[in-house]
């Protein structure tokens, strides 16, 4: 079964930290690349970061960018976000995507910045 399972979400206080994690399963995740968006409540889906498929390429939003770090586990089939110096304007749902197909999407995670 061809599936993206986001965690990690959750309730953190403004300056804080999180780390998001995205496992695959039923395709071949070291050779597609990954990335990470999110929806916030009332608005559309905003990319966030990107990496190829080996990991050695990165890119970021201008949002998120010199905060937010996207790496991969090729080997664990997993995807990472790590999110600092969170915002309150950070609250979303976080969802990540992969090339091997567009319409593929996790239930995603709930991140609340919030005082």
């Known amino acids: 079964q061809v599936q993206l399972v986001e965690s990690g979400g959750g309730l953190v206080q403004p300056g804080g930290s999180l780390r998001l994690s995205c496992q695959a399963s039923g395709f071949t995740f070291s050779s597609y690349a990954m990335s990470w968006v999110r929806q916030a409540p009332g608005k559309g889906l905003e990319w966030l970061s990107g990496?190829?498929?080996?990991?050695?390429?990165?890119r970021y939003a201008g949002s998120v960018k010199g905060r937010f770090t996207i790496s991969r586990d090729n080997a664990k089939n997993t995807l990472y976000l790590q999110m600092n110096t969170l915002k309150p304007e950070d609250t979303a749902v976080y969802y990540c995507k992969s090339t091997f197909s567009e319409t593929l999407r996790g239930q995603g995670t709930q991140v609340t910045v919030s005082s």
């Open positions: 990496i190829n498929s080996g990991g050695e390429i990165t």
